[in-house]
């Protein structure tokens, strides 16, 4: 049946067009909805969604395609569809309301409010008839148009009781002062969660979490608690050898439906890659095992292959499903293994682990031992490696989200920076300031950052927060004094549009109206929360450039840690490590040619809270010192008084209280 597009086919999200042609009379998230929805005295049905989302397509398939069911959402509501990687803000408004109503949230988010845009009912995935104790929108649809007609105080007097909590919730006002302890009550909170069997935190679906990694791998180093390494090391090996890992193109998927991190939800994020190759380079750092580079060197040259645009910014996200079927893309069966080994089928299985999918006869997951040395393994299973890639790609391939994010890409330009810092890989930095270049001149526009390149003229402060990082991690990675320009630029536009006075930043900015609340994340998702990075910046970026009303603003953040819910604020906690201190200044001095064994060494060692200075256009408080005898020269500072100048690489990282110093041994090479 031939069906005209609804209003969405004109928007720029892919998660939108995909809906553009339901009979679901779609609205996008705008005041014409609820303008209308206040004329006709009818509720809002929001679903939000986004276009890499499994149970998204499942819900649009059963239901937002089908004519019965448009015409009964048609008839009872007003119908607005939001993604929630281009409205992040509104997504976490409404996720807040879900978890407050139902105890727990996902995507689909589906909900169901008044037309000034106060929730009443809230739900993810609803089938289109009810099953197993679900009710389907056939049976919901109706009760609710009843109960809107009749009983309509009831609903209005929910929806201000979640409000109520919303507001509540949003008020943080902390029961002590958050100090070196507070590391420690989450470094054991930690623990009590940790999967000492598979690595991770919790139970089934497993999620990557690599802000808790950071974290611990921090704590190792103030403390030399070997237990938080053990607890990096162990999860970071389990990843990379499970199923949630793509053993023929690298990178990530989303999380593990199982806790062996077995059978992943397929689809892959770029937020995950950003965050996991920082995660593996710093432990390789910390450690010196190669494998640990190996990794991270895999997971950038899969976003090299996979996530750039023309343009060269950084794609959102590869599907989880491939012809209608979630993995189908990365799911065998052993005859096609034998199809494409043939008689290398029996070596293969020697390396290669298959990990079979419930719902999926006959199909399974490829993952790997995570026994021996990764190096070693690669060397012999190359040869397969790319003969199953290349059976693989004639298969119908993922789709690609391509939207360009601010915030997203903020994550991976500081990814590919710090591989260009710890590997000495110059492609990583090209790709880095390509994206760098495409995000400030096409997204940063009359005093805003924007938040998706095509998309709604709205700004977050995860946009402003992790770009600014990104940019730093790339001036410290060729020391292009523009970078840092625009990181303060952007971070005196942060301060104006999202700070409060009395501490930490809200999550929009104040010029923002189109929803109920203004809110502070400060707890982190799947990714660290704005406010912790925008802390992180401030106190980075002081450092830098040598402006402690920076580092003022930062310290005002910690009031909103909370000791009931430490793991979920390690990000703030990270910053709270950096200002808590030891940290460094580091300025590096003389012929560029002659300063990159000097730097070379200073990025193979594990020193976290530190910020380095080089090249032609140094801050002022950098700018006078000088190369002794025209040699290579380090100057080590704290609180910006310097050491006495070093100029061999060994009294260099003396001075950094660096232990085991592993000298040239640890180059990538």
Not at 173 to 181: C, H, K, M, R, V
Not at 392 to 416: H, Q, T, Y
Not at 514 to 527: C, F, P, S, T
Request: hydrophobic share 40%.
């Amino acid at each position: 049946m031939d069906r005209k597009p609804n209003r969405l086919a004109g928007e720029s999200s892919p998660y939108l067009r995909q809906h553009a042609y339901n009979p679901v009379d779609w609205y996008p998230w705008s005041p014409e909805a609820f303008e209308r929805a206040r004329a006709e005295d009818r509720p809002v049905f929001l679903s939000i969604g986004y276009s890499t989302c499994h149970w998204c397509h499942v819900m649009a398939r059963e239901s937002f395609e089908d004519e019965e069911i448009a015409e009964m959402l048609n008839r009872a509501f007003v119908c607005v569809k939001v993604d929630r990687e281009e409205r992040p803000d509104i997504d976490a408004i409404y996720m807040e309301a879900c978890q407050i109503m139902t105890g727990r949230g996902g995507w689909p988010l589906t909900i169901i409010m008044s037309p000034d845009g106060i929730p009443f009912f809230a739900a993810t995935y609803i089938p289109r008839e009810g099953r197993l104790g679900m009710m389907g929108l056939r049976e919901l649809v109706p009760l609710v148009e009843e109960l809107w007609r009749n009983r309509r105080s009831e609903l209005t007097a929910l929806g201000s009781e979640v409000l109520n909590a919303m507001r509540k919730s949003n008020v943080h006002s902390p029961e002590t002062i958050a100090d070196e302890s507070s590391l420690s009550r989450a470094y054991l909170e930690l623990s009590r969660i940790f999967d000492w069997a598979h690595g991770g935190f919790g139970r089934a679906p497993k999620f990557p979490l690599a802000q808790n990694l950071l974290f611990l791998l921090r704590y190792w180093e103030r403390t030399g608690e070997s237990k938080a390494l053990e607890m990096v090391e162990l999860t970071l090996r389990e990843m990379r050898c499970g199923g949630i890992y793509d053993q023929l193109a690298y990178g990530f998927h989303r999380y593990s439906t199982d806790a062996s991190w077995g059978v992943p939800h397929f689809e892959k994020m770029l937020y995950d890659q950003a965050l996991m190759s920082l995660a593996y380079l710093e432990a390789f750092q910390a450690t010196g095992k190669r494998d640990y580079a190996i990794v991270a060197d895999e997971i950038l040259g899969f976003v090299a292959d996979e996530l750039i645009s023309p343009e060269g910014a950084f794609c959102s996200a590869l599907d989880a499903e491939s012809d209608g079927i979630e993995g189908g893309y990365y799911l065998w069966t052993l005859d096609q293994l034998r199809d494409a080994l043939g008689d290398d089928l029996k070596n293969a299985l020697e390396m290669y682990v298959l990990e079979p999918i419930g719902e999926i006869d006959g199909k399974s997951v490829l993952r790997i031992s995570p026994k021996g040395e990764l190096g070693d393994l690669k060397r012999s299973i190359e040869p397969m490696r790319r003969r199953l890639l290349e059976a693989r790609s004639l298969r119908a391939r993922p789709f690609r989200d391509e939207k360009v994010l601010a915030d997203w890409n903020g994550l991976m330009i500081a990814a590919f920076s710090r591989g260009a810092q710890v590997l000495g890989d110059e492609r990583w930095l090209r790709i880095a300031s390509v994206a760098a270049d495409f995000v400030l001149s096409g997204m940063h526009r009359d005093g805003m950052l924007i938040h998706s390149h095509k998309g709604s003229r709205i700004s977050i402060l995860d946009d402003y927060s992790f770009l600014i990082f990104g940019l730093m991690e790339l001036y410290q990675a060729g020391f292009n004094g523009r970078y840092l320009e625009r990181a303060e630029i952007l971070c005196e536009e942060m301060i104006s549009h999202f700070s409060d006075p009395d501490g930490g930043f809200y999550y929009t900015m104040e010029e923002q109206r189109d929803h109920i609340l203004r809110r502070k994340e400060v707890r982190d998702g799947a990714i660290p929360s704005g406010d912790s990075m925008a802390t992180i910046d401030l106190l980075l970026l002081g450092k830098i450039l040598g402006r402690p009303d920076l580092e003022e603003i930062a310290s005002r953040s910690f009031r909103n840690i909370r000791m009931d819910s430490l793991p979920a604020q390690v990000g703030l906690l990270i910053a709270l490590d950096l200002a808590l201190g030891p940290s460094y200044e580091i300025a590096i001095v003389g012929d560029a040619a002659d300063t990159k064994s000097m730097l070379r060494a200073l990025w193979s060692v594990y020193v976290p809270r530190k910020v380095v200075v080089a090249g032609e256009r140094t801050p002022e408080w950098a700018s006078s010192l000088r190369a002794v005898d025209g040699m290579a020269t380090a100057y080590i500072c704290r609180g910006y008084t310097c050491s006495l100048p070093a100029t061999d690489i060994r009294s260099m990282i003396e001075l950094l209280g660096v232990r085991g110093f592993r000298g040239s041994e640890s180059g990538s090479g």
